[in-house]
Every structure is written in structure tokens, then in C-alpha cells.
């Protein structure tokens, strides 16, 4: 397979499946690695930062870079669709947080993911004076987009 999109799955269910194992002759290899899939393409029902934090670390140190990104406000609700790529000859120093492409985009997705960051940093921080504390991805996502980029 080229390509494997996922949809509609919550970020556990996707980091089961990319990350599934199968026995092959004498050894145990991910169904990515045996499919020979060059692209993911991925759309989470939720598009919480931490949660997107948690899918998109799991992927990048599977060895996978972050190639795109569009934002969708459908219903009071953002869909982040993100797609990942391999055997690209990239050299990355450091993990791609979620927005790392719409945070660069100009028009109609540099819009939506402003309003998307702007509402999700003000829950982050109704979170913050409820709980006392934020858990570290939120942390991680909320200095990373609490300055200009």
C-alpha cells in the first residue's frame, strides 16, 4: 500500500493500528513496515492539543516526518487532517507539534487555525486555574503557540 488513510478513529485506536505487529517468516515487523506504506494520512475525530500531541509523537519517533496539514470548522468542532511520510530525505533536529504547517499557511487555514489556537489556548487555561496544573503535552502546545510564529 502507498498510502493508508485513518479517519474517524480516536488517537488510541490510531496508535494501535500504526503500530500493529506481525510475524513474517522468523521475526515480528510493524503491518506499516509489511504493507511498505510511504503515507499516512490521518483525521482524528478530536483536535485537542494533547491528544494531537500524543498521535503525533507516537508517529514521528516510528520514524515518520510530518508533511502537511489542513484545518476544517465543521459544527462548532476543528478537524486536523495531517499527513506523514517516510523514507523522505529529511533532517529533522527536533519533532513537528501539531500546527507546525497550518501555523505557516496564509488565507483561509492561517484563519481557522488563529481561531482554533486563540479557543484552544483560553481552554487550556480555564483548565489550568480548575485543575491547578496541565499535563505536559498541553504544556509543550501552549508555550509553543502563546508567542508570535
Known amino acids: 500500500a502507498d498510502a493508508i488513510c485513518i479517519a474517524g478513529m480516536g488517537v488510541d485506536t490510531m496508535i494501535s493500528i500504526l503500530g500493529s505487529e506481525i510475524q513474517v517468516e522468523d521475526k ?3 503491518h506499516l513496515d509489511h504493507l511498505q ?3 499516512l494520512y490521518l483525521q482524528p475525530p478530536t483536535s485537542r492539543p494533547r491528544q494531537m500531541m500524543q498521535l503525533y509523537k507516537e508517529i514521528q519517533e516510528s520514524g515518520w516526518i510530518l508533511l502537511d496539514e489542513r484545518i476544517i470548522k465543521l459544527k462548532k468542532r476543528w478537524y486536523i ?3 506523514f511520510g517516510r523514507d523522505i530525505d529529511v533532517d529533522l533536529e527536533e ?3 501539531p500546527g507546525h504547517c497550518l501555523s505557516k499557511r496564509q488565507g483561509e487555514q492561517k484563519k481557522e487555525y488563529d481561531a482554533y489556537v486563540e479557543h484552544h ?5 480555564k483548565d489550568s486555574q480548575k485543575k491547578g496544573y496541565l499535563c505536559d503535552d498541553d504544556l509543550v502546545w501552549r508555550d509553543a503557540n502563546s508567542t508570535p510564529q
Open 37 to 39: 506504506c510511504k503515507r
Open 121 to 125: 489556548l483560553q481552554w487550556l487555561d
Open 81 to 83: 487532517t495531517c499527513s
Open 95 to 97: 519533532l513537528s507539534l
Open 28 to 30: 515480528t515487523v510493524r
